[in-house]
């Protein structure tokens, strides 16, 4: 089982992006670092019938930052051990030991390890770890508007939420385990006989 | 630009951030290279970190949230945002958006305004040089006082400008300080809500239709017709109530031609609708709802006038009423869910259930957005609206909703209370009309909404803008815009005031550097809902020679020789607070709160009065609606209006109609230009402002939504650059082909900034230089919302 | 997929030319084809793959972000393909300074042996690690035998291309290597289709050119094969640059392939 979770409630998220930037914010990232990152997933089309619209498209959010993985594939990958688990369970980056050679992003399924192109390394979620050693939750999980996240140990989120539905574009979470209970958005059901998209991937 | 983790968390990196950004303007490096040096503020007086607890800058921001500030050595660190315990429904946590949050980059962006500037190219060139405040002072000066003296006061203009709303900082001290000075031309109405402001009147007699919105919790049926709070943030935490609504068991359907933010997060259906046709389907579910019998009909009977023959207004016994309009007596065109969905590209049979359902599942709410009464006949949406609330007798009931304006009975928050004086210049114009009273104000009466004069005495010859981006940005028809002020014989006098060098400020004669909410102390209190009065204390020093608004004015104030008066004997920014909260808030809305020395101690940032039994707008009226009548001519909800009906004017009816827009998809223009084009209120920002922040930008760019059908028609791709263009202007920016928009329709958020290159297309992908100037025929309102363009892709 | 994985295209290209140089090298010595490389070109050919190995070394450093800090991709043995590649390459690099050190100071067949022999495992080793970083289960395309295909016909491409020049007598009109030549030019092209067709986002102008000259590196020998063009060192040159170019085509292909499954 995996230390920690995060709970997501995809059918509340307005997909605003506050998370995003509390974190930026949080962590002095720079544009092009998001260690959280809301996903607008899209799907459906139109058509037109005698004037009037009769099929419509669908979309909702996924708020992503690191599951922790129990089995955290960038650890495995990593070439230098600067990816590793903590004394506190928690999978972080020491940048002494990096050498910003990018395979973890490669082999991380979520897009959790994000290169850092001034500092030349790779940096990621550290899971507010300052913020957890004095009570206080992740700054993600406090900004949220809507009230859509929560953070907790594995035993905490999944006894008040269950262990939640995995949903598109997730993988199979059997093979890496992650500490993330997704609450689904309804339209995430319509991913299963439509090919949908992450929008911001196909527009960049 | 890689601004990377070289962070100012420290001094020595600060100064090294700024050295590096400084150079980096938009493209407009010419403006600041020369001027350009390091901040270089005096020593740090402490090296501890503190937390101040502040309202989030209040900008035309729908949400007043709260700021949980660090500050280490005089510079912000960070900024997150309420966690007081609790968070319950009567007083949830006020948490700020990706807006409050990135604010950081607002604060410490390195194109901040510095020094005063005076124009050196032509007007709207965008050339400047540095001065002195005491040069700049001596300008301002000597040309108000010309002005005066020339024309006269009535010629001096301070437009309308939401870009601050702290009390002392924003256009209201200069309102103040021009009143001692013997006035300035008046305006009235604004942009945000200018048809519903007039409109619901018309209807209920009063703006304040809306339930505190705890009550939401006791509806079972939400209408978010073109409503999107999520993104546009109609009140800190409306989004959080809608989903404790949903918990609650409300069944919740989007009206809207864009599935939203706010349709993917807070609604269980999403319906969309043509832009400009809401009349049409309400009038088809009002057809519905009457020919199924589903009217509540003893509310018609004792709360209504208007409905139909049997309860005409004295005078008007023979005109059409309202069921005489949906049912076709007159006019031979019953509003059938068939007639309305030829206009409106609903199916027949979903106008036909949502009317049964509105009717039928009580109590409900139909929540009526902003954007769709920014039409071309908004003022008939808005009516028409509260005429479905009306009619099904949601209102006055906890879990219903009046519609129209919506602002919150039991009394709305006051925006702002800065003592402005009164104004000895009586005219006051529609805020919308302002480039006309530039152009031709001498000819400007009672026609062109014109209050206060028979007639305006002058053409504006000076224009003081402050805190504002409407200037240029956010009018409409900005190549008329620019044109007209370029032309220096019509304004003589542009002074713009603002924390950046915006498009407006590119139009400015004289640029007076102000500084941040954050650099001055001011007191905010909600936009349209909210029991709360924050305290904005000072948190860091003004950067650069930036000075507060009310400092500013101050200073102008002491030249003019009325300084004791401005300052009411002295008083500074905090003194104004103290004044604000001692003497207004605490003798009017809230007597039990704290005084501002308790409030400033505690560092608690905000005063909150819990909601736990929501105010229900017309509860007494529904009641007994004898004993107390609404301030209507008729004292009822008026469906047919006798004021309305006087005006004479086939754009004004009497009773709410579906009126086909000037620029249609029905219309020849759409042979030109077939698309039609809405500008919503986008996430990143609040209008204009934070359009340069870069984590906002990074995470909402500038983008043209469009549906995949258009584009395909178009050869469009995702991810190209288009060109958007009418006969007004154009346009580049990225497209984004999407299938959460309708197909016909194109969205270009609004409040992009204007930047124009050599051909004049806009590059900042601003949708105004395509919208028209005219206004709406009731309120004179902005119809910025009902454009038709045409979308290519850009070669060049 | 960075812009920078250019440095990734030169750097496999050019280590797999390397193993290919050397391990066609021991096969040649090993067996009756051992006639055609003297003391001299053992030397040299040693030579060419030992400083091809170093140019791959260096601009795979351009890659990283603090290549100063190289030295510690070796904590990772236990699960890192990334990390193993890296022991294989430098065990492969000593191994050659060893040989060459031994090409000069000393004739001992069975230290050469066992040099040659530990030499073809660190090549195929290097080419197996290699294959293994680009197996993620995160990159569909490339989580296929594709990934090893394309790496070992590259090897065996190049180095016979290269054998080709070193080898002054060179192979005789006619000799078999010719069409094996050609057969393994022939798969190669089928590997960079597949990769065309299952990756993302290659562009159809790599394809094409690939393809072009990938048809021309098939036909050359053919031709030489034939005797309709001489075996001679122009020819062959053009061979060699025309190969290179193809297969520096088809791993950018194979690169510009990339995307991943999940996010």
Redesign the interface.
Same mark, same amino acid.
């Given at each position: 089982m995996p230390e920690y979770a995060f709970y997501i409630n995809s059918? %509340?998220?307005?997909?605003?992006?506050?998370c995003?930037? %509390?974190c930026?914010?949080?962590n002095?990232l720079?544009?092009?670092v998001n260690w959280r990152?809301?996903?607008e997933i !899209?799907?459906?089309?139109?058509k !037109?019938e005698n004037?009037?619209?009769?099929s419509?498209?669908?979309?909702?959010?996924l708020s992503?930052s690191c599951q922790n993985c129990e089995n955290p !594939?960038c650890?495995? *990958?990593?070439?230098?051990? *600067?990816m590793h688990v903590n004394a506190s369970g928690i999978v972080a980056v020491d940048s002494e030991?990096? @050498?910003?050679?990018?395979?973890c992003s490669? *082999?991380?399924?979520?897009?959790a390890p994000q290169?850092?192109? %001034?500092?030349?390394?790779?940096t990621k979620c550290n899971l507010c770890e300052d913020y957890l050693s004095i009570g206080?939750k992740p700054?993600c999980v406090?900004?949220?508007?809507?009230?859509a996240l929560d953070f907790g140990t594995w035993e905490e989120i999944t006894s008040k939420y269950g262990t939640g539905e995995n949903v598109f574009?997730?993988?199979d979470p059997s093979?890496y385990k992650p500490g993330i209970v997704i609450k689904p958005?309804r339209?995430s059901a319509m991913t299963r006989n439509d090919k949908a998209y @992450? *929008?911001e991937n196909?527009?960049? | 630009m890689g601004s990377d983790g070289i962070f100012y968390t420290n001094r020595r990196s600060f100064m090294k951030w700024s050295a590096i950004l400084g150079s980096s303007f938009l493209g407009r490096n010419s403006v600041f290279k020369e001027i350009f040096i390091p901040y270089n503020p005096e020593k740090p007086q402490d090296n501890e970190s503190k937390i101040i607890r502040t309202g989030c800058p209040a900008h035309n921001c729908g949400g007043r949230c709260l700021l949980k500030v660090h500050v280490k050595d005089g510079i912000i660190t960070r900024i997150e945002t309420d966690d007081r315990p609790g968070d319950d429904i009567s007083d949830p946590q006020l948490r700020a958006c990706i807006r409050g949050r990135s604010y950081r980059k607002r604060q410490y962006h390195p194109d901040r305004l510095k020094y005063p500037l005076k124009r050196t190219g032509k007007r709207g060139e965008g050339k400047f040089e540095r001065i002195t405040w005491d040069e700049a002072y001596e300008i301002m000066y000597n040309e108000i006082s010309r002005v005066i003296k020339q024309y006269g006061n009535s010629a001096i203009f301070i437009p309308y400008g939401t870009g601050s709303y702290t009390n002392l900082n924003g256009r209201w001290p200069a309102v103040r300080l021009m009143n001692l000075l013997g006035g300035s031309l008046g305006y009235y109405n604004s942009y945000s809500w200018a048809c519903t402001n007039i409109a619901t009147p018309y209807v209920y007699g009063t703006l304040n239709t809306g339930n505190q919105r705890q009550d939401w919790l006791n509806s079972k049926y939400i209408i978010m017709w073109g409503w999107n709070p999520a993104e546009m943030k109609d009140g800190t935490n409306s989004e959080y109530f809608i989903r404790r609504a949903r918990e609650n068991g409300a069944r919740t359907v989007c009206i809207d031609p864009r599935l939203s933010m706010s349709a993917i997060a807070l609604a269980d259906e999403w319906i969309p609708i043509r832009p400009g046709t809401d009349a049409a389907m309400m009038s088809a579910m009002a057809y519905v709802i009457i020919t199924e019998k589903l009217t509540d009909d003893d509310f018609i009977r004792r709360c209504c006038s208007g409905y139909d023959s049997t309860q005409m207004p004295a005078g008007c016994e023979n005109e059409e009423s309202y069921k005489d309009y949906i049912l076709g007596t007159r006019d031979g065109i019953p509003k059938t869910p068939e007639w309305a969905e030829k206009i409106t590209a609903v199916p027949a049979a979903t106008i036909a259930r949502i009317a049964r359902e509105y009717a039928t599942i009580k109590p409900a709410v139909l929540y009526q957005g902003y954007g769709m009464q920014r039409r071309a006949y908004g003022e008939q949406t808005v009516r028409a609206g509260a005429a479905l609330s009306a009619i099904t007798g949601n209102i006055g009931i906890p879990g219903g909703w009046a519609s129209g304006l919506g602002s919150q009975a039991g009394g709305e928050p006051f925006w702002s209370v800065f003592p402005s004086g009164e104004n000895p210049v009586k005219a006051r114009i529609p805020v919308y009309l302002w480039t006309e009273a530039i152009i031709r104000g001498k000819e400007m009466g009672p026609a062109d909404g014109v209050r206060g004069v028979a007639k305006l005495d002058n053409n504006i010859k000076l224009i003081w803008c402050i805190a504002s981006n409407i200037l240029i940005n956010q009018h409409s028809n900005i190549n008329r815009t620019a044109a007209i002020l370029r032309d220096e014989n019509l304004v003589e006098f542009i002074a713009v005031q603002d924390n950046f060098l915006t498009p407006s400020a590119m139009f400015a004669d004289l640029v007076l550097p102000a500084c941040t909410q954050f650099e001055t102390w001011g007191v905010e209190d909600g936009w349209k809902y909210g029991e709360e009065v924050f305290l904005t204390p000072k948190i860091v020093e003004p950067l650069y020679e930036s000075k507060s608004d009310y400092r500013i004015c101050a200073d102008l104030a002491k030249r003019f020789g009325v300084w004791n008066e401005f300052t009411a004997g002295g008083r500074d920014e905090k003194a104004w607070a103290e004044w604000i909260i001692d003497e207004i808030y605490r003798k009017t809305r809230f007597p039990e709160m704290p005084a501002f020395r308790e409030l400033e101690k505690s560092n608690a940032g905000v005063y909150v009065k819990p909601v736990s039994k929501p105010v229900v707008a017309f509860a007494d009226f529904r009641k007994d609606p004898v004993k107390y009548p609404l301030k209507t001519p008729t004292g009822k909800i008026e469906l047919f209006s006798k004021p309305l009906h006087e005006m004479n004017n086939p754009e004004i009816p009497a009773v709410p109609k579906y009126i086909q827009e000037w620029e249609s998809p029905f219309g020849k223009e759409a042979e030109k230009y077939p698309l039609q084009a809405i500008g919503h209120h986008y996430m990143p920002r609040v209008h204009s402002t934070h359009f340069n922040n870069e984590w906002t930008s990074e995470a909402f760019p500038q983008v043209v939504f469009m549906n995949k059908a258009d584009a395909d028609k178009r050869k469009i791709k995702n991810g190209d650059i288009v060109k958007v263009f009418n006969d007004r202007g154009a346009l580049v920016a990225r497209c984004r082909v999407t299938s959460k928009i309708m197909p016909g329709v194109i969205d270009i958020p609004q409040g992009a900034w204007y930047m124009p290159d050599k051909e004049g297309i806009d590059r900042g992908g601003n949708i105004n230089v395509l919208t028209t100037e005219r206004w709406t025929a009731l309120a004179k309102g902005n119809p910025q919302h009902t454009i038709m363009v045409e979308v290519e892709k850009f070669k060049g | 997929m960075d812009s920078d994985y250019i440095f990734l295209v030169f750097f496999t290209v050019l280590s797999q030319s390397a193993a290919g140089i050397f391990i066609l090298r021991e096969v040649m010595l090993y067996s009756s084809y051992n006639y055609m490389i003297d003391k001299h070109l053992r030397i040299i050919t040693l030579l060419i793959a030992g400083l091809i190995v170093l140019i791959a070394i260096i601009t795979a450093s351009f890659h990283l972000g603090k290549p100063l800090q190289a030295v510690h991709t070796l904590r990772n043995l236990k699960s890192s393909w990334l990390s193993r590649e890296i022991l294989f390459i430098l065990i492969f690099s000593g191994i050659i300074l060893l040989y060459l050190f031994t090409e000069f100071f000393t004739e001992s067949s069975s230290i050469k042996i066992s040099l040659s022999i530990s030499g073809i495992i660190a090549a195929l080793g290097l080419i197996v690690c290699m294959s293994g970083i680009y197996m993620l289960k995160t990159i569909p395309v490339w989580n296929t035998f594709l990934t090893p295909s394309s790496f070992f016909l590259t090897s065996a491409l190049t180095g016979i291309s290269v054998m080709f020049i070193i080898i002054p007598a060179g192979f005789g009109k006619g000799s078999i290597i010719y069409p094996v030549f050609s057969l393994l030019m022939i798969l190669s092209l089928i590997v960079s289709a597949f990769l065309y067709f299952t990756g993302e986002t290659s562009s159809v102008v790599l394809f094409i050119t690939r393809l072009v000259t990938g048809l021309m590196a098939l036909l050359v020998p053919l031709l030489i094969y034939s005797g309709i063009i001489p075996n001679k060192m122009p020819s062959r040159l053009f061979l060699l640059l025309l190969l290179l170019f193809t297969e520096i085509i088809g791993r950018c292909i194979f690169y510009t392939g990339f995307y991943k499954s999940g996010l």
């Open positions: 059918s %509340a998220c307005s997909g605003c992006k506050t995003q930037v %509390a930026k914010d949080k002095d720079p544009t092009g990152r809301v996903y !899209e799907g459906g089309g139109w !037109e004037g009037v619209f009769v419509q498209p669908y979309g909702y959010f992503l !594939e650890v495995k *990958a990593c070439p230098t051990t *600067a030991l990096c @050498i910003g050679c990018r395979y490669w *082999a991380c399924p979520y897009g290169y850092d192109q %001034a500092k030349k390394v790779m206080t700054s406090m900004s949220c508007p809507m009230r574009p997730l993988p093979q958005h339209n @992450i *929008a196909e527009y960049k | - | -």
